[in-house]
Every structure is written in C-alpha cells, then in structure tokens.
C-alpha cells in the first residue's frame, strides 16, 4: 500500500477468520488477482462483514432495471460527496470497466453536471446527491423527475437504496482510514489488449 | 397511522413474505404489541430486509462495550440530523425505554449539548455526529479525545458503525416517507405503575 | 430540575422581583402549576422581561388570523432550526395542547415537511425557515406562495413576527442555558381523563 | 427615499397614531431632522412598536457596562450577517458617531476581524457572531474568553441580548422591505465644522 | 492608514521598483491624489503586479457592453460574499463615482437585491454571485435567463470574468491584511461642489 | 473530445490568433503533443490570455521554495474544491508527472489528508483550503502554523497566490464548459518504458 498512515484498526490473518469469510476473499482474490483492501479491513468484525456484503450484492448485483454501470455512477457520485478515498478510487475502477468507458469515472468523481452521460442519467445523480445531502427535503417534485426520465418505481427505489448504503460505506472507510489498494488506480483505463 | 400521506411504496402483505421474514415481525409484533412500520416497508425487498436487520442486530444487540441506552443515544443524535422523523420518534421510545429516563430522548433530538448526559457521552455524541457531517475530517485529534474518556477500539467503532448505518436507515425512511407509528409516541414517557 | 448543568446566571428571589412581574409569575403559576423557567431566567431583567412578555403576547395572543395552534407551529419550526431545547420542548407541549393533537409537535420539531398538517400549513412553516435562515432572501415570489395559500398581509406579517421573534428567544434559551421544566414534556400527550 | 421598491406594508398616517408613538415618532424627528423608517414601519402595529422599542431602549441606552459605540458594533457585525440593508445603514450612522470613527461601521460591516478595534472587541464581536450563527453551540469555552477579556456577566448578557434582539430586528426589515432613510449613508463621516 | 494590523509583507519602496511599476503607481498617485494601498502591495512582486493589471484592465477598462458602473457592481457583490474590506472599499468608491449614485455601493454590499438597480442588474449580480459561490453548477438554465435579459455572449463572459477575477483579487488582499486607504471611505459621497 | 456538450463559447482558429498567441499555442502542442483545451478557449480573448498565462507562469514556473510537485498539489486540491474538472484532470496529469506519483493526484483530488504527503505539505493544502473557503478568517494562528512548518513568507505567499489564482481559473473552466483533453487522463498513470 502507499498510503502514510496505516489502517486504524488491526487487519485480521486470512487464516484465522471464518470459513465462509474466508472463501469469500480467496474467490475474490482469484477473480482479481488481489485482495481489496475493504474486505480485510471488515473481517475484523465478521457479523458487519456478512451483512455488509449482503446489503452489498443484492443491491450491486441486480440484473433488473439501472444497468450495473449506472449503479456504479450512483456509488462514485455519492462517495465524491463523502470524499470518501477508498470507495472513489475502488469503485471508479468499477466504473470504468463496466461502462467501458475510462474516462467517466474521473468525470463523475469532480462534478456529474459535466460527465459524459445522458441527460436520463443526471437526473438519477441529482436525486442519489439529494438522497446524500438533503434526504428530508425528498418529496413529490423529486420523484416527478425522475417519472418523466422514465425511471420505475424500483429504479428510483434502487437510485436512494444505493445512495444510502454508500453512504454508510464511505463512513466506514473515512474512519477506518481505510485505503484503496494501488492496483485500483490503473484498472479500466487502458484498452485491452 | 396518522401522517396524511400514505407510504410511497406498496406495503406487501404479510402472509405473502417468506417465513423467514413473516415470523420476524410476528414475533416483533407479540414483543411490541404492534408491528413497526420500518418492518412492513423494508419487506417489499426480501434480501434487503435480512441484510438491513442483520446489520442493525449486530450493532445494537451487542452486550459488550457501550450500553444499550448509549446505543440509542448515538440514533437519535444521527437520526435528529438528518431530520428522520421515523428514527427519531422510535429510537426515542426506545431510549426512553432503555435509559430509563423519559425526558432523555427530546432533549437528545433538540440539542444533545444540553442534554443531561455525562460528558462521556457528550464525547461520544460529537464523535457520532463528527462521523454523521463530516467523516471525511475524522483523524487523529478525534481519537485522542475519545480515548481521553476511556473508549476502547472497540467501542469507537461501534460509535461510528452505528452513526453510519442510522444515517443509510435515515434515508431510507425520508425517502421512502416512512412514518413512525402512534404507539412510538409515548412509550417510555410514563412511569411504570 | 434535570439538567446537569445549572442555568448560567444566577435565578433571583420571586419576592425580591417588582411587583408587576411577581404578579405575572404567580399569575403563571396559578393556572399551569408551576413556573415556567423562562420566567425566572428572564425577571432578573425587569426591564427586558416586560418588552419581551409584551411582544410575545401581542404575537402570541391574538384572536383573528393564525390559530393559536399555528402560531405554535411556527414556534416549534423555528425553534427545532436553531436547535432551543427549551423552545421546542415548552412550546411543543402548548401546541399539543392548543392544537389537540399529541403527535403533532415532535413531528414539527423534527420534519415539518412530515408533520400531519395542512398544505396551507407547511407553505406557513416554508415562509417560517426562510424567515429564520435567510431573510435576506425573502421576496415577491414567496408573498406570492403565501398569497396562493390565501394568506392576507396581516397573517404574513404574523409568520415573520412570531419566527423573528421566537429566533431572539431561541438565542436567549441558548445562551443562557435555560431548561425546559419537566412537566413541559409531558403535557398533552395524553387524552384527558 | 431611494429605493425602487415601496415598502412591502402601506405605512400608517402620523396623525392616525396612538398619542405615545406619534409623540415618540415626533420626538425623534425633532431631535435627528428626519423619521427613521423603522418607526414608520412598525407604527401600523402599535403594540409591537411598542415592545420593540422597549426592548430597544432596554438594551442600547445603558450606561453601564459596555460602550455604546461597542453597542452598535455588536448591531452592525449581526446585522452584516443577516444581511440587513437597513440596520446596517442606519446604526452604521450610529456608530460612527457613537465611536467617532468615520470608518468603523464600513469595516465592521465587511469583515470585523479586520477593523480597527482592540482584541477585547473583536473577542466581543466573535460571540455576537456565533450567537448570531449557532447559539446552540455556546458553551463555557465561549464564557472563558469572554472573561480572560474581563467582560462580567451582565456585559456578556449584554452582547448576547443586543445580537439577538437585533436578530429579530433584521428579519422584521428584511421581510417588511424596509430601506434605509437616505440621510443615514452620510452620517457621521465628515468631520464636525 | 487607520488600520491596527500592518500589513503582512513588507511593502517595497517606490524607488526600489522597475520602471514600468514606479511609473504606473506615479501616474494612479498623480491621478488620485494617493497610492491605494493594492498597488503598494503587489508591487513587491512585479511580475505578479504586471499580470494582475493587465488582467484587469482589460476586464475593467472596456467601452463596449457593460457599462463601468456595472463592472464595479460586480466587483463590490462579488467582493461582499467574499468579506473583502479592500475591495468593498476601494470599488465601493469607484462605484459610487461612476455610478453618479452614493448610496449604490453600500446597498450592494450588504444586500444587492434590495439595492436601487434594474432587473436585469439584479440578474447580472445573480449570475456573479453563482459564479464567485458555486460555478460548478452554472448551466443553461443560468445563460437562459441572461439572455431573456439581453445580455450578449461577451457580456455574460464579462460577468463571470469580474466576478473570477476579483475572487482571486479578494484573496490576495484578505491574505495579505491588505488595507483600504482611509480616502476611499469618503470618495463619492458627497455631491460635486 | 469525449463530453457530450460543446463548449460553451466559439473556439477560434488558431490562424486567425495573434502571433504572439499562436506561438505559443503551437509551442506547447510541439512538447506535449496536443493543444490543452485551456489554450483554445482563452484565445478568444487575447489580452486576457495574455494576463493570464503570464499569471501562470509567475506562479507556477519558479524555481525557488515550493517545489513544483507541490505547487501542482495546491492546484489539484483547490480545484477539487471547486469542482472544476478541466483543472483537476489537466493538472491531476501534470502533478503525477511532476511527482513521480501516479497515484497522488486522485488522491488528492479526493481528500488530501488522506494522500500520501509530508505533514508539511498536509499544512500547505490546509492553507490553501482556507484561502479558497474562507480567506476572510486567515490570520496570525494560520501563520503562526505555516512557520512551524518551516514556510518561508515567500512560499506563504506562493501557497495563496497559486490557490487564488486557480479559483479565477476554476471558475473560468466551469463557466465557459471547458472540457479536459482526453489525453491528460492517462499522463503520467504508467511507468515509462
């Protein structure tokens, strides 16, 4: 890691944690080649862990409605806000491999109003911003918007579910200090080769 | 219930979720003598509702470390925040209920500064609050602080999992205009006879 | 008392005060059972003490216009805003009362956008934050709200009065460290007997 | 006057008012040359009008205690705050001929922190502004630089009082449109010939 | 100077400056009949004080589009949110002179929507005070309304380059403890004899 | 160019610039191998591009006191703030190259006190945060902490003016809708071969 400053709080041994917190990070070291840092730094606390990761991927994982770049717009957009390093950078590589497109994550993380995105999708990140910021002003006129770009009512449940949960990511992660793993910064931008 | 507006979402019916599920709030039902709202909005999603209470079980059932009423402390002070009139009229009662103190809870939601707490948990709640408004800033002078009053790691995690997870519950009730049920209102308020 | 920390300034005698304020306090007292604390903390300023009951009264008392219920609408509002622990729990117990409705109050104090009341009402509080968060910022386009509403000039001028009016009160509570007596935080909230 | 909006109430006819405030209106045009606005505003409700000045007087014509040029620096640095056109102007005026000072009230309007007065005042000035912004934060830290400056308890209550009497006094001038008398923009920064 | 604080940095002597800079201060003294103080200031840095004077002149010095009271409008708005007491000062004076109106300048630094302008002034100084607060998220529903006023693509790139410009301009004279010259207060307000 | 919207203002032709404009346009395309945006856009306007380059340069070309990684770190932070993505991404590139970092500038761009940087450099950007957020309130306390750190009061000054330099510049860019070149997001992100 480059980071300055250590986790805050001390990173269990992969042997040493549950069966099934265990297989999760091997299969996820498997699929990516290295272990990111998230799942380490939560394994301390192996209960959070599996709730975590439950909310996670049934909100992350859904084939239905947004597609799974857009909910990785919503997660970029929403961690920017947080200022929230690990969840930018690790979920901005995410973006870019799901959109395909490498230079929209970074675009996201500054400012959406100018990312290279449909008009339907800012739409869905000012209402994930609005769940962000100023959730108790949410009402009818908000949800109006988001009828005329045509989102569902799944859609937009998904919109502030997704908002919500990174939220509280981004909480974990800022104070956590938890960093993200250098392989990040690089994925998703070069094309394939 | 009582609000003017209905719920924005379809509240499922109860005989239509799974065991699981459906037996959860039968039994919060004969505990409470009624069924929360938060339980028969969050149903419509299965996977959500499990991952959401498993999540909130392990932080506030936990026996360890800070008090249950210290647990409740920290939600009202996030939820009052983020203007969550749902977690504050019910983590209110359960306040009451668990600090055995009826006027704890409104002075808490009002202005925790004033609140007739220790200054332990008045550390405690700046932390919570900190990690509510600006996480991004939490850093070492923070910990200082707490570990001046005696939080173990263990504790200021608790502190600041539980302020970030009531701030995703915070926007799930706003958005979804969940409204706390009347029975909330004035449980705890009344000496017991 | 419950609070920990003692009020700031020094409370005076009853029967040290000018007659004409020993008078209102046992006038008060005679009719709610005790004395409010605002009373106190405020006679040891005679002077202070009637300009401020004469313009609460010549606001607060009034027959045409605003019911007595809506005027402590807008006190509950604009004193959740700045965050008056006395404010909200002393006037939330006159709302309740003068508006026959027990919820009502904690409703307002946390989201007034939720609260049970009318659309004429929350276009009231509306006006009522703009007031207490930026006056400057008032104009023809929220006379024009208000207007639609059906409000006449004297009930707007009444909103902005009682807000303003309460914002001076709220900073006075605040600083001076005055606390809400506990019978205020019961009152109302049960059906009379 | 020369603003291009009329005020946004009618203002009353002098020789429609009660006999105390035409007297009173009278006695200060005698005394300054032309009728302040604000008496003329609030002359339509004589009840309020009388309440407000009472507290007024109350507060700003005290000889003891602090200055009365440092009275009117608390009303401009609260009323810069609030963005208020008119008490910013006028008791401008007021300070500068209060302070002898041709320049005070403009730089205290901008920025306090850069005009020219001593350390005491500006440690003034500072609490007048957090009364202003945030009174629920006050707390014995704010009391404890107060004193290292030598303020007592009733100058304290003092700066306090005025911020927040002011307070209401900006809202009620920026809501009702009220525009400062054009003789106050020159007052006091020539020298005396 | 009337200031308490000296400025920050040393303020170079006249004679000890390049040519071009001795020169253009000799000809602003002679032309004032003082040195403001920002000449002064800068000028320790030459090459600086050559880019600052050329970028404003040709911001400021235009005959085409907005006239030169209204770029000074912009400069006190812009200067006002950012607390600037130079810039206030020393533009205020320039306002009121090109302006012929000595009551203009203090009415848009304390609130620019109450001041004596047009419409279209008012939007223009909407659009200076979004770009000097929040840029980011200026759009076309911005540029609609400026054009519905009339104003042409150069004059809206004027707008937003004044109200930039004198941000940076504000900055420098906050950090420096930069001081407007005591002539400035006066300059303007009396009418020509 | 990847952004879906086209600049806001017509980009000249580079034959149809000043001499002295296309020069160095096509200076800057030999070394870099492309025409930065920034360049185009600004042309439009020759004596403003002029000034402002030669800003520019002043500030970002010197040899002595901050290093010119650091110089660039203050771009990057200051322009996060607000949310220029023209700035972040151009000068995102020229930081990492600069630096030799190709992780720094994301991670600045994010939240600086997590980036891997000195403490002293974490004071620098503190600064320079505040000149951009509040420079109102920069005084001796933040001097006072920039000295500990072993700052020059040239490199103070160079912290400021390069902060408040890009804030003209940011605003510029988010205006105008000047879009980062594609190029510039991949710069300095790969290990030269």
New interface residues.
């Given amino acids: 890691m480059?980071?300055?400053?250590a986790p805050?709080?001390p990173i269990p041994q992969l042997n040493a944690l549950p069966d099934d917190i265990r297989e999760r990070i091997l299969a996820v070291q498997e699929k990516s080649g290295f272990v990111p840092n998230v799942f380490m730094v939560l394994a301390q606390?192996p209960?959070?862990f599996?709730?975590?990761f439950?909310?996670h991927d049934?909100?992350m994982d859904k084939d239905a409605g947004l597609s799974k770049a857009e909910r990785e717009m919503i997660v970029v957009a929403t961690s920017?806000i947080?200022?929230?390093?690990y969840c930018?950078?690790a979920h901005?590589a995410v973006l870019r491999i799901r959109a395909k497109?490498?230079?929209l994550a970074?675009?996201i993380?500054?400012?959406y109003?100018?990312a290279?995105?449909t008009a339907r999708q800012k739409a869905m990140l000012d209402f994930a911003v609005k769940?962000?910021t100023e959730?108790?002003?949410?009402?009818e006129p908000d949800?109006a918007v988001l009828a005329q770009h045509g989102f569902s009512?799944d859609e937009i449940?998904d919109i502030?579910?997704i908002?919500?949960?990174f939220?509280?990511s981004?909480?974990?992660a800022?104070?956590?200090?938890m960093?993200p793993n250098?392989e990040f910064?690089?994925m998703g931008?070069?094309p394939k080769t």
């Fill in positions: 480059t980071q300055t400053d805050r709080f606390r209960d959070e599996r709730a975590f439950a909310y049934t909100l920017a947080n200022q929230c390093l930018v950078v901005g497109k490498p230079l970074d675009q993380a500054v400012n109003r100018k290279d995105i769940i962000t959730s108790h002003k949410v009402g949800f009512n449940w502030a579910a908002s919500a949960f939220g509280l981004n909480r974990m800022n104070f956590s200090n960093m250098d910064y690089l931008r070069l």
